[in-house]
C-alpha cells in the first residue's frame, strides 16, 4: 500500500514532473484550441523528442497535452463557433449562444470548472474499478458496436434544431461522406467518384474545420456591420452555487463519457454526443432552451469528454488496446521504451499504472489553474471587427487543415465544405448532425460487416443474437425504448401509466 501511494504521488513531489505535466497542459490548450492542430498529432510528434527520455518524464508530457487537449477546443468552440477539436463539437451547440449573450467569460469559467470535475471522476474510475471496466469492453462484440452507432444516430432528434426532417438528412449527408474510400472489406473504391485523391477517404477533421469554420465566417458576412457583443468578463469563475446546481447532471455525463471512453475505438467526441442527448432528455427546466444557450448543453458534453480520458485509459493499460486516437499513440510510446501494455503491465510495473493515475489527476489541476487564467483576453476575440476576424479565422482554418496531412487537396476539399456548409446554414439545416454522421458513419458500416460475418451472413442468427445475448439485449432494449419516446406511443403509453 505504501509503495501505491508513493507511485500515486511520483508527479506530485518530483519539479521535474511537475513541470513537464504542467507544460503539457498548458500546450494542450491552445494545441487544442486551433482547429486542424489535434492532440493526436502533437502526442505523436513528441514520441521522437522523447524516445531518449526517462519514461515518467515522457509520460508526464504527454498526459498533460492529452488532458489540456481535449479541454481546449471547447475556448473556440464557444467564442467562435468553430470547435478546436471534434470532441467540442456538441459544447458549440450552447456556448456559442452564450457568448452571443455576451457571457463568454461565465462560459468558459463554467466550462473549466466542469471540465476538471469530470476529468477527476474519470482519474477516480481508472483507479478504482479499470479491471471491471476492462472485463466490461472485453465483452463488447462487433454487433454491440453495431448497436451503439444505432443509438448514436438516434441522437440526431436532439441535435437537429426545429427540423427532424433536416436532421435526418444531414445525417445521412454526414454517413455518406465518412464512407468515402477504400472498401474495408472488399478494398474497392467507394463513392470516389474515380479519383485516386479521394482513396483514403475524407478525413473527419477537414470537414469539422469546413462546416464549422469556413461556413461560420462566410455566414458572418451577412452580419458585418453588427456590434461585437461586449462580453462579461468580470466574474469568469462560477459562483458555488452554480457548480452545486450542475453537480448531479456532471455526474452521470461523467459515467457516460467513462463508460463510453473505455470501449475501444470510441472516445470523447461519442461520449459528448451521447451526454448532450441525456441532459437533453432529463434536464426538465433548463436555464434556457437548449441550442440557445443553455449551460446544462455546456456541462453535459464538457463533463463527458474529459471523464473519457481517463477511461480510454483503462482499455489502453489493462489490455493494451487503446481507447481512442491518442492512446493508441501513447501505447506505442510505451511498447518503444520496453513496457509490456496488457494484463501483464500490473503485474511486471504496477508503478507505470499508479504513476499514470496520480499524473493524471495533477494535470486536472493544472487544467483548472491554466483554464481560468487568459480568459479575459481569449474573450476579446470575440469583440475584434468582423473585416478583421473573419480573414485571420480563414487563415487559420487553412493552415490547420494543411497541417493534417500537408496537403493541398484536403484544404480544397476544406473550402468546398465550408462552401456547402454556408448554404445549408442558408437555408436552416444544422451542421451537428451531419458530423455526427461521418463519425457514426463508418463505425456502423464496418461493425455490421464485422458482425454478420461472424455468424456467415445469416441475418436470422444475427437478429437473434440481439435478444440472447444478455448485453446486446440491453442496449436493444434502449433503442427500443428511445424510438418509443421519439413516438405519439409514448404519450399514450405515459397516460395509461398514469391512470392506473
Not at 481535449?70 to 478546436?84: E, F
Not at 477504400?182 to 474515380?194: E, F, K
Not at 435478444?467 to 405519439?488: A, D, E
Amino acid at each position: 500500500m505504501s509503495d501505491t501511494f508513493s507511485f500515486l504521488l511520483m508527479a506530485w513531489m518530483d519539479p521535474g514532473l511537475l513541470g513537464l505535466t504542467a507544460l503539457g497542459v498548458l500546450a494542450g490548450i491552445y494545441i487544442g484550441a486551433i482547429p486542424g492542430l489535434s492532440v493526436t498529432m502533437a502526442v505523436s510528434i513528441l514520441i521522437s523528442f522523447t524516445f531518449a527520455w526517462d519514461i515518467n518524464n515522457a509520460l508526464a508530457l504527454m498526459v498533460g497535452i492529452y488532458v489540456g487537449g481535449v479541454y481546449g477546443g471547447s475556448r473556440t468552440a464557444i467564442l467562435l463557433n468553430i470547435p478546436g477539436a471534434p470532441s467540442a463539437v456538441v459544447t458549440a451547440f450552447d456556448g456559442y449562444p452564450l457568448a452571443q449573450r455576451g457571457e463568454a467569460g461565465r462560459a468558459i469559467g463554467l466550462s473549466t470548472v466542469m471540465s476538471v470535475i469530470g476529468g477527476l471522476i474519470g482519474v477516480a474510475v481508472l483507479a478504482g474499478t479499470a479491471p471491471y471496466l476492462s472485463d466490461l469492453a472485453l465483452q463488447f462484440a462487433p454487433r454491440d458496436y453495431f448497436l451503439i452507432a444505432v443509438m448514436g444516430l438516434l441522437l440526431v432528434s436532439s441535435l437537429s434544431g426545429k427540423s427532424l426532417a433536416r436532421g435526418i438528412f444531414s445525417v445521412a449527408l454526414g454517413a455518406t461522406i465518412g464512407l468515402v474510400g477504400m472498401d474495408m472489406v472488399t478494398a474497392q473504391p467507394r463513392l470516389t467518384l474515380g479519383s485516386m485523391e479521394l482513396l483514403g477517404g475524407i478525413h473527419y477533421v477537414v470537414v469539422m474545420i469546413g462546416l464549422f469554420g469556413v461556413a461560420e465566417a462566410f455566414y458572418q458576412l451577412h452580419n458585418m456591420a453588427k456590434v461585437p457583443v461586449k462580453q462579461k468578463v468580470d466574474k469568469i469563475i462560477p459562483p458555488l452555487s452554480m457548480v452545486l446546481k450542475f453537480l448531479p447532471l456532471s455526474i452521470r455525463t461523467s459515467i457516460i463519457g467513462v463508460v463510453v471512453g473505455a470501449l475501444p475505438g470510441t472516445g470523447g467526441d461519442i461520449a459528448s454526443l451521447f451526454a448532450y442527448d441525456h441532459a437533453k432528455r432529463t434536464v426538465k427546466n433548463p436555464t434556457a432552451p437548449f441550442g440557445e444557450g443553455a449551460y446544462e448543453g455546456l456541462v453535459a458534453p464538457e463533463t463527458a469528454n474529459n471523464a473519457a480520458v481517463g477511461g480510454a485509459y483503462v482499455p489502453m493499460l489493462t489490455l493494451g488496446m487503446p481507447g481512442d486516437a491518442v492512446t493508441a499513440v501513447i501505447l506505442g510510446a510505451l511498447v518503444i521504451h520496453g513496457l509490456n501494455p496488457g494484463p501483464m503491465l500490473m503485474i511486471e510495473t504496477p508503478h507505470i499504472f499508479w504513476f499514470t493515475v496520480g499524473n493524471l489527476a495533477l494535470a486536472n489541476i493544472f487544467l483548472l489553474v491554466f483554464g481560468l487564467t487568459g480568459i479575459k483576453i481569449f474573450s476579446k476575440v470575440v469583440e475584434i471587427p468582423k473585416a478583421i476576424l473573419i480573414p485571420l479565422i480563414l487563415v487559420l482554418c487553412v493552415v490547420g487543415t494543411y497541417s493534417l496531412n500537408s496537403s493541398m487537396m484536403e484544404v480544397y476539399w476544406m473550402l468546398g465544405f465550408g462552401i456547402l456548409g454556408y448554404w445549408l446554414k442558408v437555408f436552416g439545416f444544422q451542421m451537428g448532425p451531419i458530423i455526427l454522421g461521418v463519425i457514426l458513419g463508418p463505425l456502423l458500416d464496418e461493425s455490421y460487416r464485422q458482425a454478420m460475418s461472424s455468424v456467415g451472413d445469416r441475418a436470422g442468427d444475427f437478429l437473434l443474437a440481439l435478444i440472447t445475448n444478455p448485453l446486446s439485449l440491453v442496449l436493444t432494449s434502449v433503442i427500443v425504448l428511445v424510438l418509443l419516446g421519439n413516438t405519439p406511443l409514448k404519450g399514450w403509453l405515459v397516460g395509461r401509466f398514469q391512470r392506473h
